[in-house]
């Protein structure tokens, strides 16, 4: 009993920066006091509306709300928890930065962070990011046509570095031929900017057409197993193609994948770089929506200074976020709340293309490239595809 009491008495005491966060807090005077109020400060601070953040909680409030304890008696509310982790999304201050604001030390603010990140990817991938059996891809497709004059694509694909701070006790696993330390987001992207299936996680050092390899998509795609659509008619025209997927140097040429021909061939045949010109118009909505991903998210505009697992859940969270805004999900005006800002700088130190060379192709993909380009400088041209 003596050395019990001795212990808690050894206790550091808390100190009164802390004690007044019902308050003084962040919470409580700035969102709680003035951004209920203003629909439009409430968005910017949050990067969402207040009824979306309430559907949000409504999902996760069950998994990080604590009971109190002895030690405890008033426990940080689940919606606390929530504005805390949204606004390190939206922001990417440091849990220190955050600290001094919400008044929640720097680390119970990493620990947040962490059950908060693992609680939304539960709930919000089922919603944002379902599987991919269940996307139609005819109307996929179609939207691609209409939008990006590319008939019988369904997907566009790319990857990038995610760039983050070393962890420890992982030597090189994580450094990248651009010598920094990486995780790698490899996405598929639909015309309308939206992530349809993604694979993060892969070690920063790992080559391009190994990630892609060992993905699961990449392995459906291979095996067969993806749902490619049944081969069609291209508009206009008597020739039946596959449905395929655009990428860029990096991927494999495939039946279902499309990738530019060399700069060397584009140069010496004009056929081939009016090709890459369409293929490259197709493939510019992964770029548009990873460039659209970081400037709502600003997290991704430094190096993410948490553990690999929790940086995992943070980019397919902040992928299914951007999913909820460009369905304009419970948006009073029924529009995605940003289009993506060609102005802003883009992010060449902290999202980078995975490296270039994408490995063996098949004679079939070949064969399939061949007659896009046909159609392309025949039935399927366009005027503006000349002034190259």
């Known amino acids: 009993m ?28 700035l969102i709680n006091g003035h951004l209920h109020n203003s629909k439009p400060k409430f968005r910017e601070f949050f990067r969402i509306n207040y009824d979306q953040f309430m559907f949000i909680l409504s999902l996760v409030k069950d998994d990080i709300t604590l009971p109190p304890s002895r030690r405890v008696k008033k426990p940080i509310q689940p919606d606390e928890k929530l504005a805390v982790t949204l606004r390190y999304l939206a922001t990417g201050e440091s849990f220190r930065s955050l600290s001094f604001a919400f008044r929640i030390s720097h680390s119970y603010i990493s620990l947040i962070v962490k059950k908060t990140l693992s609680a939304l990817k539960k709930h919000l991938t089922p919603i944002f990011l379902p599987d991919i059996s269940t996307v139609d891809f005819n109307v996929k497709a179609s939207e691609f046509w209409t939008k990006w004059n590319f008939p019988n694509c369904i997907l566009a694909i790319d990857g990038k570095h995610v760039r983050i701070r070393s962890p420890n006790n992982t030597g090189s696993l994580f450094f990248n031929y651009k010598d920094y330390f990486s995780i790698v987001l490899l996405a598929m992207v639909d015309a309308n900017y ?30 067969g197993s993806f749902g490619f659509p049944e081969a069609k008619k291209l508009p206009g025209s008597s020739t039946i193609l596959p449905h395929v997927i655009v990428g860029d140097e990096a991927f494999r040429l495939h039946t279902h994948i ?78 995605a709340f940003r289009e993506f800002d060609s102005r802003e700088p883009v992010l060449i130190n902290n999202i980078i293309p995975i490296a270039r060379g994408g490995g063996f192709a098949n004679a079939e993909g070949f064969d399939v490239r061949e007659t896009y380009k046909d159609f392309f400088t025949n039935e399927g041209a366009v005027s503006w595809q000349n002034n190259l």
């Open 194 to 223: 939206k992530f349809i299936a993604v694979d993060i996680g892969s070690f920063g050092r790992e080559g391009d057409s190994g990630i892609f390899l060992k993905s699961n998509m990449g392995q459906k795609i291979l095996d």
């Open 2 to 29: 003596y050395n019990n009491r001795l212990e808690i008495n050894k206790r550091k005491s808390i100190d009164s920066f802390f004690t007044t966060r019902e308050d003084e807090g962040f919470y409580e005077i």
């Open 258 to 335: 499309m990738k530019p021909y060399t700069r060397q061939a584009s140069k010496d045949d004009k056929t081939n770089s009016i090709f890459n010109y369409r293929l490259s118009r197709a493939r510019r909505v992964t770029e548009n929506a990873f460039g659209l991903l970081s400037q709502v998210f600003r997290v991704f505009y430094q190096p993410i200074n948490i553990e690999p697992s929790t940086c995992d859940d943070l980019i397919t969270v902040a992928c299914c976020l951007h999913n909820m805004l460009r369905d304009a999900y419970l948006e009073e005006n029924g529009r």
